[in-house]
């Protein structure tokens, strides 16, 4: 074999042992990052079973397992291909804290950051942002977001309806037109829309339910 064949070969080589190194550090990449996903749902499976648990009972162990539950989120905050899932679960369990996390806002935000297209987060931020005064231009957008971004999901419609029904008076031209969109949509379902809907009207002071009902229409 000629020095040129040699040396052709030796590269050969030296390039196939790369690869070879190559996809072994891929595939302990994939098998480490499956072990991270299988912890997280493991918390996830944790957090959804504290939220459906009875709310009677010890509240401060109740808080004291939210608060386990948040720790154990932590690691997966900042962690590519988990991180809006973890800060999301994190921010669930922190608001059944006793009292919820302080720093709701900033932590739903932070989810945002990471996963600006859940409609369920913008909500969150509107529900906590409306409370401050200074704050409610920004939970009237957090609503208009969550619409564009979650149109047809229906426990979202549902949510953002019974949020801007009982805050009628504030709601701008726009989106009170859009929420007469939505229920005029969700009418083509009665079930189980009639349900959602009496049970959206029923809380409502009779005044603010008539003059809610004459801009969306009578319900079904």
Known sequence: MSAEAERRSGGARVGRAAFSLLLIALAGAVLVKGVAFARLGAV?????????????????????????LRAAVAPFLDEGGLRDKARLLSFSAGRRLAPPAANGVQEIAAVLAVDPVEPAAWMDLAELTW????????????????????????????RRARFLAQRW??????SKR?????????????????????????????ARRRAFLEEVGAAP
């Open 44 to 68: 996830e499976w944790g957090i959804e079973r504290h939220a459906a648990s009875p709310p009677a009972g010890d509240a401060v162990a109740r808080a004291e397992e939210a608060a386990q």
């Open 131 to 158: 409370p401050d005064l200074a704050l409610r231009p920004t939970s009237m957008a957090a609503w208009d977001l969550s619409r564009l971004t979650g149109p047809y999901e229906y426990a979202e419609m549902m």
């Open 169 to 174: 008076m504030f709601a701008s031209p726009e």
């Open 178 to 206: 859009a929420l007469a969109y939505d229920i005029a949509f969700l009418r083509r379902f009665p079930d189980p829309f009639l349900q959602s809907w009496q049970q959206l009207l029923a809380p409502l002071p009779a």
